[in-house]
Structures are given as structure tokens and as C-alpha cells.
T-cell receptor, first 113, second 114 residues
Framework: GENVEQHPSTLSVQEGDSAVIKCTYS??????FPWYKQELGKRPQLIID?????GEKKDQRIAVTLNKTAKHFSLHITETQPEDSAVYFC????????????FGRGTSLIVHP | DVKVTQSSRYLVKRTGEKVFLECVQD?????MFWYRQDPGLGLRLIYF???????EKGDIPEGYSVSREKKERFSLILESASTNQTSMYLC?????????????FGSGTQLSVL
């Protein structure tokens, strides 16, 4: 099945800095790569996603890049703010039919004011 | 907005008890999922269902079963709870594949087995 590796497990930055979280996947047939944000005590929520026919996607301060050849995708957050502090999960799909995502282990991002 | 509701936020059970975790979604979604969340291990799939009465094992199904008698409801059952099943359990739903893969999560049930 699909295997998703996520790094780093913890990331600490100063407010205003950029943050980058990286994921690799194993199944070359995967074609949908979402990122979920989970604030402390809350449910995970989708913040951005990318499909395999696109190399980069941006939404205000967040962006995701995809390198299909290397089976690697990354989340970029610019001008970080304290409210960006959360656990971020990447995922990749694992089947050819219904979408069944495999998640990375998560990155705890801490933004210091 | 889609609402995925889990019946309990916190549960405390004894070893050997049968435990039911309930999840209801209100947007006619095809797919429903049960995940287990443990620190450092991320979200691990226990079971999923893509239709009423249909179920498929995920990555860690041992010790669990599920029931989907109605489209909106997906139940996770711990037949005989054990201490290593102490965890946060998250239910999720999605419409289908092909452009509708976004998962909507419930707020989770923190289960403690003593």
C-alpha cells in the first residue's frame, strides 16, 4: 500500500519567518495530495490540496509544490503568525477507486511571537 | 456546511467492556472513515465504508468492527476494550472520488480504557 513520510515532526519558527514541511509518497499512481491543519483540541481541516497534473498551487500565505518524478510534495507557509501554530498532516491517496488517503505522521508547527 | 457529529467527546471504559462509538454525517456522503490518532503516529485508518452495509479494513482493524446500516451513520465497535485502545478516535466522511475527495472530520472521541 501507500506509504507517506513527513518531516520534520516538530518545527519551531519566529513570527514572520517561513515554514516548510515536506512529504514523500511511495505509490506513483497517487494523484491527489491534501494538507490538513489541526489546531489544539480541534478537528483536522483541509487547508490546501494539489493534484498530480499541477506543479504548484498558492492560496494567500500558503503554497504547495509537487514533484511527481521524485514523489515529493511540500507545504510552504510565508510570514508565519501565531495562529498558524498547529499540527499539519499531509496525505496521498492509496487506491484506484474510492479515495482512501494515507496520512503522514504530522508536523507540530510552533510560531513564537 | 457539512457536519460530522461524534456522539461523545470523552469516554471512560473498563477493560473487557464492549464500546460503541457513533458518527453521523448530514450531507449524504458516500464514504465514511474511522481513524485513530496517537501522538507521533498521525492518523491511522481503522475501517472505512463506501456504501451502506459495505465495509473495508484499513491499516489497523484488529480489535475493532464497524457497522453501517444507514448512509448517514457509521459506528465503530470495540468488542472487548483493552488498555492499548486508549486513544483519540476521529470519524470522517467524504462525498466520493473524482474531485470530491475532501475529508470532513468529526471533533473526535477521547477514549480511555482503564
Amino acid at each position: 500500500g501507500e506509504n507517506v513520510e513527513q518531516h520534520p515532526s516538530t518545527l519551531s519558527v519566529q513570527e514572520g519567518d517561513s515554514a516548510v514541511i515536506k512529504c514523500t509518497y511511495s505509490d506513483s499512481a497517487s494523484n491527489y495530495f491534501p494538507w490538513y491543519k489541526q489546531e489544539l483540541g480541534k478537528r483536522p481541516q483541509l487547508i490546501i490540496d494539489i493534484r498530480s497534473n499541477v506543479g504548484e498551487k498558492k492560496d494567500q500565505r500558503i503554497a504547495v509544490t509537487l514533484n511527481k518524478t521524485a514523489k515529493h510534495f511540500s507545504l510552504h507557509i510565508t510570514e508565519t503568525q501565531p495562529e498558524d501554530s498547529a499540527v499539519y498532516f499531509c496525505a496521498a491517496d492509496a487506491s484506484g477507486g474510492s479515495y482512501i488517503p494515507t496520512f503522514g505522521r504530522g508536523t507540530s508547527l510552533i510560531v513564537h511571537p | 456546511d457539512v457536519k460530522v457529529t461524534q456522539s461523545s467527546r470523552y469516554l471512560v471504559k473498563r477493560t473487557g467492556e464492549k464500546v460503541f462509538l457513533e458518527c453521523v454525517q448530514d450531507m449524504d456522503h458516500e464514504n465514511m472513515f474511522w481513524y485513530r490518532q496517537d501522538p507521533g503516529l498521525g492518523l491511522r485508518l481503522i475501517y472505512f465504508s463506501y456504501d451502506v452495509k459495505m465495509k473495508e479494513k484499513g491499516d489497523i482493524p484488529e480489535g475493532y468492527s464497524v457497522s453501517r446500516e444507514k448512509k448517514e451513520r457509521f459506528s465503530l465497535i470495540l468488542e472487548s476494550a483493552s488498555t492499548n485502545q486508549t486513544s483519540m478516535y476521529l470519524c470522517a466522511s467524504s462525498l466520493d472520488s473524482g474531485g470530491s475527495e475532501k475529508l470532513f472530520f468529526g471533533s473526535g472521541t477521547q477514549l480511555s480504557v482503564l
